[in-house]
C-alpha cells in the first residue's frame, strides 16, 4: 500500500514539471478547522482537526497545485462506543496534491472562486505522548469543493469547503466525509457574533 501511495504522488510530481515553464501563484492561509467521518467496515468515527498554516503553490493555467501544512492537529470519537473516549494526534508531515478542474469566478474582480477536482493527500509523522508513530499514516483520495477568496494574489483564504472520497488509515479502508472553514474566517465571524449579541 504505502509504495502504490509513493508511485501516486510521484506521477502528479512529474505532471506538475511538465508546465515548469508557465506561471504559478504561491497560496497561503494561516490554517482551518474542520469536521469529519471515517466509515470502517466494522465502526464509524468522527473526528475535529485543525491545521496550521497552509503554504501552497498552484500552476496557473491547469489548476493543479500541491499544498504543505506544517502541522495538524485530530481529534476522533468513535461509534457506536462513548463519544466521550477520544483520541488525539498531531501530524507533522501533511502533503496535498489536488487538481482544481473547475475554477470559477463568481464576484465582478473574480476574487471569491469556486473550485472542484480530484486530490490526493497524504498524513504522516503522527506524534502521541513523547514518540513519533513510525506505522501510522493516513492517506486520502476524492474530490474536493468549496468557496475561496483571493485577497491578494499571495493570499488565499479557503474560506469554505468539504471533500469526499476513499481513506485508507494505516492499512484499513474507509469512506470520508469532511467539510472546513478557514481559520480566520471563524474567529472573524466568531467576534463578529459577539458584538452584535453582547
Not at 501530524?91 to 473547475?102: E, G, H, P
Not at 469566478?105 to 471569491?112: K, L, R, T, V
Not at 491578494?152 to 468539504?162: A, K, L, Q, S
Amino acid at each position: 500500500m504505502k509504495k502504490k501511495i509513493f508511485l501516486i504522488f510521484l506521477f502528479f510530481i512529474v505532471f506538475l514539471n511538465i508546465y515548469a515553464n508557465d506561471r504559478f501563484v504561491f497560496k497561503w492561509n494561516f490554517g482551518d478547522l474542520g469536521i469529519g467521518m471515517n466509515a470502517f467496515d466494522n465502526n464509524t468515527n468522527f473526528e475535529q482537526f485543525f491545521s496550521i498554516l497552509n503554504i501552497g503553490i498552484e500552476h496557473q493555467y491547469s489548476g493543479i497545485g500541491i499544498e504543505l501544512t506544517p502541522v495538524k492537529s485530530w481529534s476522533w470519537s468513535y461509534y457506536p462506543e462513548s463519544f466521550d473516549n477520544k483520541e488525539s494526534r498531531d501530524s507533522y508531515l501533511n502533503l496535498n496534491i489536488y487538481w482544481n478542474m473547475f475554477d470559477i469566478g463568481i464576484s465582478d474582480n473574480n476574487a471569491f472562486r469556486f473550485f472542484f477536482g480530484p486530490f490526493n493527500k497524504l498524513n504522516y509523522l503522527f506524534y502521541k505522548g513523547n514518540d513519533f508513530m513510525q506505522n501510522e499514516f493516513i492517506y486520502t483520495a476524492g474530490v474536493r469543493f468549496g468557496l475561496g477568496w483571493y485577497i491578494t494574489d499571495f493570499i488565499y483564504f479557503n474560506v469554505i469547503g468539504g471533500e469526499i472520497g476513499y481513506r485508507n488509515v494505516s492499512g484499513k479502508s474507509a469512506f470520508y466525509l469532511s467539510g472546513q472553514i478557514d481559520f480566520v474566517i471563524y474567529i472573524a465571524g466568531y467576534i463578529g457574533s459577539v458584538i452584535n449579541n453582547p
